[in-house]
């Protein structure tokens, strides 16, 4: 298996935090709706991940498998300072010191990689929004997490925060693909030195089979010799 070994190329953040371009997912196909104990085939898909090469893992509390997460993180014999483990709040958004405690006990942890507000949809005001990630900066502060960020915002939810900020989030996860683009978002984060983490890339491939960019698609797998999902990862 040691030969097998993937290198992946790495990102700089603005926060002087790198993190591999290529992340291992504990959400949707290991979504669970509701706690019914730990799932070991997630463990070992994690666990095996980590033997191929991956470093990047990334959890949220609403997909309620961060004690997966951790268990496998325990049992892959890889060491903490190797990993970027990645979590994500918002089903307790309005207690975010307490959520991140409870992130790490799940994920048997002292601390986070990267840390993310999921979504930006809960606030009811700019003041509410602006006072969560006042929060993100003091669990920051604290050496609970390395670096923070957001996920899902458009660009009037960065403008928000970014009024009151102390700390520029370093990245902003959200679906990108072909057929997602987001008009002017992902220029915009990086005129303010905010990465962009994508998920949902394989969409067009896997999601929206039958799509207008299935010929295109076809032609440059087949002429590079990859398959359909390579050509949209890269």
Known sequence: MANHIASIPTLDLNDGISIPIVGYGTGTAWFKRSDTGINRELVESIKTATKLGYRHLDGAEVYQTEEELGQAIKESGVSREKLIVATKVITNIADIPQAIDTSLKKLQLDYVDLYLIHSPFFAKSKEE????????????????????????????????????AKVVPSVNQIEFHPYL???????????????????????????????????????????????QSEILLR
């Not at 960020?149 to 960065?158: A, C, I, M, T």
């Not at 394989?202 to 797998?221: C, H, I, V």
């Open 129 to 164: 929004l602006q006072a969560a990630w006042a929060a993100m900066e003091q669990v920051k502060a604290s050496g609970k997490a390395r670096s923070i960020g957001v996920s899902n915002f458009l660009q009037n939810d960065l403008e928000t925060i970014l009024e009151t």
């Open 181 to 227: 683009q987001h008009g002017n978002l992902v220029p915009y984060q990086e005129s303010k030195g905010i990465k962009t983490v994508s998920y949902g890339g394989l969409t067009p491939a896997t999601r929206a089979q039958g799509g207008p960019l299935d010929p295109l698609l076809s032609s440059l797998a087949t002429k590079y010799a990859v398959s």
